[in-house]
């Protein structure tokens, strides 16, 4: 492979012209395509095979005019002063024009109601038809009346809902939003409280692009004081934009012909941007270490593109696995954003190998134009560069075992609150304090206790029973078999026919507390006993429990997943490395940083240690995005780093002095590649959202764990232990397993072979 990418880079220098040429017209290509035959992309979010979905599936069968489980429905909640109530003049009249406002609003469907109105209505329709002398019917409808009412019990607090006319939360448009904040807005001029709550009203707009930008100026800082030179720093930017480009611009061009999620191309831009600047410098700095062998740039960019960008392919190729095995979660929308993913860092590869050593062959001497700081490292009396990294490895190297023990330690005693973690999805309780649906999901729980935003829904399924008094008994038997459970507030009809009911549940606490998981699980367990005693089929569904089936599908997927990854990569780095216990400290040494990071995320986010972050539970995607994402960073610095080790080994140096080359060659820039991630990653925590605090958090945090305690000193540290056996390769696998030169051992290098001629003391 070494020579076939040396070739590839010496041509891309040589022919600049037709390879920036064809980049460009990819680039101009894809943008035409995408802006004359793309198609909107799809907003339909399913997730098939879990139980809340089948009910809410069952729910529409039974009930078809009901409203969807994710209809585009919202709460507005509207308060008077303490001490006021809202049926109040001036508050009766400031709600009565907010409704007004809302129901004339295109965009939504006409039949919002105030609370006040709401609360009578629904109160005359309960007692039209009841004996008032029936005291035990007419104190049962009371209360069932006090746990649905719209209207607090001391009439301050209201909630209005009202739907988008759309078919589903994901087709509410921003614009659509917008009115209904202004019809907010009005209200409050007049002096009334008003917030909103609810999925339809939850931000659309993508997130997180000024921290992007601020990652990617400070990445632009690092390069820059990684090369001394600004011509240079801009280049890995301009690569790893031109890649992403492409990459983006062809996931639009495919909704030509077939259906794509809008949630692709979030993941492909993120982790294309990452890799692309990794990839790109990587290349440019082994160019510019090879220019201090020769004086011939096309021989310094073939060498470099046939070594480094040999690590590039195979570093790429990790991340590939770990994206593409989102599939195995079995959410449509996770797969959609691995492969979309996985075909950008494939472009990122490709740019590095071809357009990088393109734009060298143009720019030439100008490469490291612009300098402002001249590169002259200090060497030793050989000749060799004496830096940091050469200084770290000996350090590490005079007490392997010390320092080995430190982070398997360390990183341990950071692992151990994961086994308290819990895995949740954001609802309005866990926004940002400030914000209108943390605003109206206080004032909500406030008036009506946390589990009214979010109640569960019991769909009953009488279809099999032919006596409509025997049907009418089993809906009244199911409501008190689930209101009879611990934490329920209340259960009761909400609506009955001939063929079901729907039994509204609510809990007695939040949607994302444990104690609400329990009780979905209790009702779950009670389903057999109570569907054989009354002859009906229930299920169970709201957005409480389909949050709660998400969550645990992913908790389930982790294992298999971490399993799938860390079992095609083990392989692909035995043939990178040709060493077995190489790939295994590799593997563990993720682990390590992968649990080390999760139990500093549970600690700060989950149990709120230090007091920066209200405790919250994590939010599900969090743990399988971040083994994805970090398993394929941390691979990266891997085989960036190892590999010069390996180069150094296989061209004659001992097993003491390749670890010293290696860090010589690669510590500096794998240090560069981790602080641009950790800047990027770490600019989210300053985000408003906390579910993008805690994912900058887990980023940036997981970036420093592997790149500077596990790859800058326990893989060094293990294989100053191993020695000569670090690269030991049973006979039989050495036999089967194909010859892929990524360290350049075929190619010609006269430099190091008079250095590593003979075998030497740790220099």
């Known amino acids: 492979m070494a020579t076939l990418l040396y070739r590839l880079g010496r041509t891309a220098y040589r022919r600049w012209p037709i390879f920036i040429a064809a980049w460009i017209v990819a680039l101009v290509g894809l943008g ?22 089948e009910a809410a599936e069952l729910q529409q069968e039974l009930f078809p005019e009901a409203s969807a489980v994710d209809a585009p429905t919202a709460t507005i909640v509207v308060a008077a002063p303490e001490g006021r109530r809202l049926a109040d003049e001036p ?3 400031q709600v009565a024009t907010l409704v007004a406002d809302l129901n004339a609003l295109d965009d939504v469907v006409d039949g919002a109601v105030g609370p006040v109105e709401a609360a009578a209505g629904m109160r005359a329709q309960a007692l039209a038809e009841v004996d008032a002398s029936d005291t035990a019917l007419v104190t049962r409808i009371e209360q069932q009346l006090a746990a649905a009412t719209p209207l607090s019990e001391d009439g301050r607090i209201g909630t ?68 001394g030179a600004l011509v240079s720093a801009g280049m890995p930017i301009l690569t790893a934009g031109v890649g992403v480009g492409i990459g983006v611009l062809g996931i639009t061009a495919m909704t030509a012909v077939v259906e794509v999620p809008s949630t692709t191309t979030a993941l492909a831009s993120m982790l294309g941007l990452a ?17 201090d062998h020769t004086d011939d740039r096309e021989e310094a960019i073939g060498v470099a593109v046939g070594t480094a960008g040999s690590a590039v392919v195979f570093a790429g190729l990790t991340v590939i696995i770990a994206l593409v095995a989102l599939s195995t979660v079995g959410i449509s929308f996770l797969t959609a954003m691995g492969i979309g993913a996985a075909v950008t860092v494939t472009i990122a590869v490709l740019v590095a190998l071809t357009l990088l050593p393109a734009l060298v062959g143009m720019l030439k001497s100008w490469t490291f134009g612009l300098r402002f700081r001249r590169y002259s490292p200090k060497r030793d009396a050989d000749g060799l560069v004496r830096n940091h990294g050469v200084r770290w490895a000996r350090l590490v190297g005079r007490a392997p075992v010390a320092w080995a023990l430190l982070v398997v330690v360390g990183l341990g005693a950071l692992a151990v609150p994961v086994k308290d973690m819990h895995l949740a999805l954001p609802t309005d309780s866990t926004a940002a304090k400030g914000t209108t649906q943390r605003e109206a999901s206080d004032l909500v729980t406030e008036a009506f206790g946390p589990g009214r935003l979010s109640p569960m829904l019991v769909v009953v399924d009488a279809r099999d029973v032919a006596d409509p008094v025997d049907r009418q008994a089993a809906y009244q038997q199911v409501a008190a078999w689930a209101g009879g459970q611990d934490d329920v507030a209340n259960a009761m009809v909400a609506a009955a026919g001939e063929n079901g009911a729907m039994v ?8 994302e507390d444990t104690a609400t998981e329990d009780l979905l699980h209790n009702l779950r367990e009670g389903e057999p006993a109570i569907e054989e005693q009354t002859g009906v089929a229930v299920g169970i569904t709201g957005m409480a429990p389909i949050q709660t089936d998400v969550s645990g599908m992913l908790a389930d997927a ?54 920066i ?4 539970p994590i939010v599900s995607f969090i743990p399988i995005f ?91 540290a293990l294989m100053y232990l191993m020695g000569e056996k670090a690269w030991y390769l049973p006979k039989w696998l050495d036999r089967i397993l194909p010859h892929v030169d990524i360290e350049g051992a075929s190619l010609h290098r006269p430099h190091l072979a008079d250095r590593y001629g003979t075998s030497g003391a740790d220099r």
């Open 91 to 93: 508050y009766a009249g």
């Open 626 to 716: 971040l083994i994805g994402v970090v398993f394929g960073l941390a691979m990266d610095y891997q085989v960036f780093l190892v590999t010069r080790i390996r180069e150094a080994h296989v061209h004659g140096a001992s097993s003491r002095e390749a670890i010293v080359d290696g860090f010589r060659n690669s510590a500096r820039v794998v240090t560069a590649a981790a602080l641009i991630m950790t800047s990027v990653f770490a600019g989210f925590i300053f985000m408003d959202e906390p579910i993008i605090k805690s994912m900058g958090f887990a980023l940036a945090s997981a970036v420093i764990f592997d790149a500077f305690v596990v790859r800058m000193v326990l893989i060094p």
């Open 504 to 511: 509204l549940v609510q809990p007695a606490t939040a949607p």
């Open 558 to 611: 982790l294992p298999v997943y971490l399993a799938i990854v860390i079992g095609l990569a083990f392989v692909l780095l035995i043939l990178v490395f040709r060493s077995i216990l190489v790939p295994l400290t590799a593997t563990l040494g993720f682990l390590l940083s992968v649990m080390a990071t999760l139990g500093a995320t549970v600690a700060i986010f989950q149990e709120g240690m230090f007091g």
């Open 613 to 616: 972050f209200p405790g919250q």
């Open 275 to 291: 890799v692309g600047i990794d990839y790109a410098l990587f290349v440019l700095a082994r160019f510019r270490g090879e220019l």
């Open 32 to 53: 035409a395509v995408a802006g004359l035959l793309s198609k909107p992309m799809s907003n339909q979010f399913t997730i098939e095979g879990i139980e809340s979905v």
């Open 160 to 227: 209005i809902d009202f739907q988008f006319d759309a078919e589903s939360v994901l087709e509410v448009l921003p614009e659509m939003q917008d009115e209904v904040f202004d019809v907010i807005d009005d209200a409050r001029a007049a002096g009334l409280t008003v917030e909103v709550s609810g999925t339809a009203m939850q931000s659309t707009e993508p997130g997180g692009a000024s921290a992007e930008l601020i990652g990617i100026a400070l990445a632009v800082v690092v390069l820059a004081f990684t090369f």
